[in-house]
């Protein structure tokens, strides 16, 4: 083999390393921010605001399961995507995921009786990108490792996640908890905080790379894609 041949070779193979480790990075640094956004915007806070608007019992145990019924949103995963880059699709839904949540700053403006209605509509939305961006997550995360460290990279990101999720519930539970500063300003408060972290973890997603593409639409993977999500 001819000497610059082999330099060539050895070139590539090094930016592909590179590229790879650059995207294990952005990687760790999204799971660190989603850690917090999940935090701040997940189901917590949402049931606090619908208790602080007067739900009724029906309402509560609408938002505390619509989770576990999002998973039809899948479905239009393929028809709606299909053929579109993964990356760019998770870190557009995750983007949206965060500005949906802005729609909770109306509800000092809203009559109380409806308030919880747009709390319920909200979540739902929030809901079903938060269930899309899920399986997403796990094809990139999937293409960014290789055998020898898809363990490790499980693992690295499961404690930054679930780290940065422990501390911000932990300031949830002080700003809810404290008498002079909870109320309704502490609650959107978080979903400030919650809103720019999730932000944040999206812009990590759009920093990597990955030629991954969504799965086109066929009758086969809708099934598929329907029996992951209820066996999840």
């Given at each position: ?11 590539k193979?090094?930016?592909?390393t590179?590229q790879?480790e650059?995207n294990i990075?952005h ?9 917090f956004?999940a ?6 806070p ?8 007067g739900?009724?019992?029906i309402?509560?145990g609408?938002?505390?399961?619509i989770?576990?019924s999002?998973?039809?949103s899948l ?14 699709v998770h870190?557009t ?10 729609l ?11 308030a919880?209605?747009?709390i319920?509509a ?5 809901c079903f990108a938060r ?8 094809i ?14 499980i693992?690295?990101?499961?404690v930054?996640?679930?780290r940065s999720?422990?501390i911000?519930?932990?300031?949830s539970?002080?700003?809810t908890?404290?008498e002079?500063i ?6 959107l ?28 639409y ?14 999840d």
């Open positions: 083999m001819p000497l610059r041949d082999r330099t060539t070779r050895k070139e193979m090094k930016t592909e590179d790879g650059e990075r990687y760790y640094r999204y799971a660190v921010y989603n850690g956004g935090g701040f915007i997940a189901k917590g949402v049931m606090l605001l619908a208790l602080y608007f739900a009724s019992n309402q509560l609408y938002l505390a399961s989770i576990h999002a998973g039809i479905l239009l995963l393929p028809v709606i995507f299909g053929g579109k880059n993964t990356v760019r870190a839904i995750w983007v949206v995921r965060g500005f949906i949540c802005m909770y700053f109306i509800l000092p403006f809203v009559e109380k009786r409806y919880v209605y747009t319920m909200v979540y739902t939305i929030y269930e899309i961006g899920s399986v997403l997550n796990q990139t995360r999937k293409y960014i490792s290789s055998a020898d460290n898809t363990g490790e990279i693992g690295n990101s499961s930054k996640f679930h999720s422990m911000a519930r932990i300031i539970f002080f700003l908890s404290v002079t909870s109320g309704l300003t502490s609650l408060v978080l979903q400030f905080v919650g809103i720019l972290s999730n932000s944040a973890a999206a812009f990590q997603l759009f920093k990597l790379r990955c030629p991954e593409r969504i799965e086109p066929s009758g086969r993977n809708m099934l598929e894609i329907l029996k992951d999500s209820v066996l």
